[in-house]
């Protein structure tokens, strides 16, 4: 079964603490991992996709990776804007459709 | 630069009811994409619609139909409203089921009650 897992399920930084995000799939086959955040109230914003394990992307202070097994988004310095939940979720194998993850909430504070 | 608009933003229903939840999107997308998100269960698909004129069920279809009107627009339509189906409803959009890298509307908050 096609299946996306998050850790942490919350997470609370201080500002400039850097950290990781953690996301671990079960799919035969990748075909795309996308990140995505969400503002409370908000429809998810697409900010990566992964195809192959060893890719890496940058968007500001945010860095995914991918392996075989998960992925990673690396947030450096953060900042109290970057708040938010970060979704995860990766193409079925059928490809019809995306599983997301139940989201890591994350909390920045200055 | 709307994007994908999504109406209306917010609806009570009673127990039921029937209503559609419109969507539509300014993008030129073939695929398009109706999901639903509770609190601990993430996004779950509903149906999409691959390019104009199909449409297939996804992970929770059961209460719920839609129509794929044109390139444009994508409707939801729930024919009895359940309790079941309080929820935030987005709509997405993507250039094909081969680039899924979806763009999701602003949702809607509806309450069956």
């Known amino acids: 079964e096609d299946q996306v897992t998050q850790s942490p399920e919350a997470l609370r930084l201080q500002e400039g603490e850097s950290s990781s995000l953690n996301c671990s799939y079960t799919v035969s086959g990748l075909r795309g991992l996308f990140w995505y955040r969400q503002d409370p109230g908000k429809g998810p914003e697409f900010l990566f996709t992964?195809?192959?394990a060893g890719e890496e992307k940058e968007k500001e202070r945010l860095k995914a990776t991918l392996t075989k097994k998960e992925s990673f988004l690396h947030i450096t310095a953060p900042k109290p804007e970057d708040s938010a939940t970060y979704l995860c979720?990766?193409?079925?194998?059928?490809?019809?459709?995306?599983?997301f993850g139940k989201g890591t909430t994350l909390s920045v504070s200055s | 630069n709307a994007g994908v608009t999504q109406t209306p933003k917010f609806q009570v229903l009673k127990t039921g009811q029937s209503m559609t939840l419109q969507c539509a999107q300014d993008?030129?997308?073939?695929?398009m994409y109706w999901y639903r998100q509770d609190p601990g269960m993430g996004l779950r698909l509903i149906y999409y619609s691959a390019s104009e004129g199909t449409t297939d069920k996804g992970e929770v279809p059961n209460g719920y139909n839609v129509s794929r009107l044109n390139k444009r627009e994508f409707s939801l339509r729930l024919e009895s409203a359940a309790p079941s189906q309080t929820s935030v409803y987005f709509c997405?959009?993507?250039?094909?089921?081969?680039?899924?890298?979806?763009?999701f509307g602003q949702g809607t908050r509806l309450t069956v009650v």
């Open positions: 979720a990766v193409l079925n194998q059928a490809g019809t459709a995306l599983i």
């Open positions: 993008m030129n997308h073939n695929s």
């Open positions: 992964l195809y192959s």
């Open positions: 997405a959009s993507s250039e094909s089921m081969v680039k899924p890298g979806a763009f």
